[in-house]
């Protein structure tokens, strides 16, 4: 006998309870549930232009580790990407596109007219992912006043991103409340 | 118009998770049935809804490139096998007492080593014994009637690995057949 014929003469299936599959199929469901109820919607959410947005969700997401929140892409027929939102922790940031809005990509504006900060756990593990995609880095990593630690990089079209890891938390004058 | 593929569906449910539920649907008892033959009824009833809820969270990953979900299904499910070892064991060991029992004896086939209540709960200790990913490759051809390509894409493995990890497992299960592995297969 062959071996391969030894080894399927050992198959023996099992018998299941008849609910066994919707069973199964409940905690998927269940699971499919609880993701719809982590959907954000922060009350501010800073809009980013860029002239190529398909080109900067890639570069973000390699470089920086942001991800698109893909269900709230909005896309023309043609499949030019209009506007996207990405996450990372408990941020979002809208990437749009220049021009909307009166919003100008500093690659066209020559200038950036401000910087996102951003906070995370290992800043030199970040800045070393940053340096492999190919972020110009605008300020090396370096320690700053009460523990903190910073890089700055600009992204594909020159808006600058600030990382900091031990940044201090904010007391809140309202916890929680929306207005 | 034919229904979407399994790609479809799952690029389909990273904006509307529910319709994940359909590769559950097309799915799941082919599923439940590979997890049962594995380590049993008790445990497959526990770990098919997780398989899918793992398969659910990681869909992102699924290669668009492939019509079938099932290959990468097996694969989410060889690996929650792997945390259930023992009772797949047991389930083996019992398999081969049911085997022998049920064999005729052969006697053309000589008393070399053919006599089946010492032949079966050898070859289940053979498998028992083989590495987990020649073990996996073993079941998945044998049991599950994969062909080499899924098993390829299950395991994540080139198809070449698949080969040669496949003639691996016959070879060690052969040496049973013969003479010289009469007297020793490794025991547990």
């Known amino acids: 006998m062959k071996p391969v014929d030894l080894a399927k003469k050992l198959r023996r299936d099992a018998a299941f309870e008849a609910a066994a599959l919707d069973r199964g199929k409940a905690e998927l469901m269940a699971a499919i549930r609880q993701e719809g109820e982590r959907r954000i919607r922060p009350t501010i959410v800073p809009q980013v232009p860029y002239a190529n947005i398909g080109a900067a969700l890639s570069f973000l997401e390699r470089a920086f580790g942001f991800r698109e929140l893909l269900s709230s892409r909005l896309e023309g027929a043609n499949g030019v990407i209009h506007h996207a939102n990405v996450e990372f922790g408990d941020g979002v940031i809208g990437i749009g596109t220049q021009g909307a809005h009166g919003a100008i990509s500093p690659q066209s504006a020559g200038v950036a007219s401000q910087y996102i900060s951003v906070a995370v756990a290992d800043v030199d593990a970040h800045y070393q992912r940053a340096l492999a995609a190919g972020a110009r880095i605008a300020d090396e990593p370096h320690d700053e006043s009460a523990g903190v630690r910073a890089y700055e990089a600009l992204d594909l079209e020159g808006h600058r991103w600030r990382f900091l890891q031990g940044a201090r938390e904010m007391p809140r004058y309202e916890r929680r409340g929306r207005p | ?188």
């Open chain 2, 1 to 188: 118009m034919s229904p979407p593929s399994d790609a479809e569906v799952v690029g389909r449910s990273l904006a509307e998770p529910e319709a994940f539920g359909l590769i559950y649907d097309r799915h799941a008892t082919t599923l439940l049935r590979f997890l049962g033959r594995r380590a049993g009824a008790g445990v497959a009833e526990g770990l098919v809804g997780e398989l899918f809820r793992i398969a659910f969270e990681r869909r992102k990953a699924f290669d668009g490139s492939r019509a079938s979900a099932l290959p990468w299904l097996y694969g989410i499910g060889a690996n929650l096998l792997l945390k259930h070892r023992r009772t797949e064991a047991r389930r083996l060991r019992a398999s081969a007492r049911i085997a022998a029992s049920l064999e005729v004896p052969d006697r053309r086939a000589g008393a070399a080593a053919l006599d089946a209540r010492l032949l079966f709960p050898r070859v289940a200790d053979a498998i028992e014994a083989l590495p987990d990913d020649e073990r996996e490759t073993l079941l998945l051809f044998a049991w599950e009637d994969l062909p080499y390509q899924s098993i390829a894409e299950a395991l994540e493995l080139p198809i070449g690995t698949v080969r040669s990890r496949l003639s691996r497992a016959r070879a060690r299960l052969r040496e049973l057949l013969e003479p010289k592995g009469k007297d020793r297969v490794r025991s547990r």
